[in-house]
């Protein structure tokens, strides 16, 4: 980890700074397993608060941490009554069957590279790509994983880097080819950034310095 902070601190000024702020790198990471993916089916679009309480009342439905065999248990009135809409506990059944008849295999995923994970993992209904991301980041803990679609690390590269408008995901790509190949690390570090006080209407480091070099 040590390796990956040093480099995005070198690589990118404006990151370095945040990286100052906010501390030692503190990922949590979750085990790759079934309970990980409806988790993270179960938060899409959801504030923390709102899903937890969710989640919290489908475990307790379930009668425990969550699993192929006590999701197909559930009847849909259960599911309901525990706060999922019925999109999410489609698409929570639909994979219970795919970890269930064997197209989903977590035991396997390890293995596989991060485009066959994306693969396997977006054939599930309501699981797309940000899904995928989230999981490969905090679960198969990937290290160079870049969530261009995610509105948190967006937003907080607006704000960093002094963007007019919420960077497009291409933009997204522009700004972080330096960090390559440990876009996971600063990914974390941005929406660890959105808890912080906003920066000072300074411009950013890099963008100072480079003005420098071309009067020089």
Not at 49 to 68: C, N
Request: glycine share 6%; hydrophobic share 40%; with cysteine.
């Amino acid at each position: 980890m040590k390796k990956a902070v040093d480099h995005l601190k070198k690589a990118d000024t404006t990151l370095a700074s945040i990286i100052a702020r906010v501390g030692p790198c503190k990922i949590t990471y979750r085990e790759p397993t079934f309970e990980m993916l409806a988790r993270a089916i179960v938060f899409q679009q959801l504030s923390t608060k709102a899903a937890l309480t969710i989640y919290g009342r489908l475990e307790q439905a379930a009668g425990g941490p969550l699993s192929p065999e006590s999701i197909q248990a559930l009847s849909v009135g259960e599911m309901r009554r525990a706060g999922l809409s019925r999109q999410k506990l489609g698409y929570i059944r639909d994979l219970a069957e795919h970890a269930l008849s064997g197209k989903l295999d977590f035991t396997r995923l390890p293995a596989m590279s991060d485009d066959e994970v994306i693969e396997v993992l977006t054939d599930i209904k309501g699981v797309g790509v940000w899904t995928a991301h989230m999981f490969l980041l905090f679960s198969l803990r990937r290290p160079n994983v870049l969530p261009v679609g995610d509105l948190g690390v967006r937003m907080a590269i607006q704000r960093a880097y002094r963007k007019r408008k919420i960077p497009t995901p291409r933009q997204v790509e522009q700004i972080a080819r330096d960090w390559h190949p440990y876009c996971s690390f600063a990914a974390w570090y941005l929406w660890r950034s959105l808890e912080l006080k906003p920066p000072t209407k300074n411009k950013p480091i890099a963008e100072t310095r480079s003005k420098k070099s071309r009067t020089k």
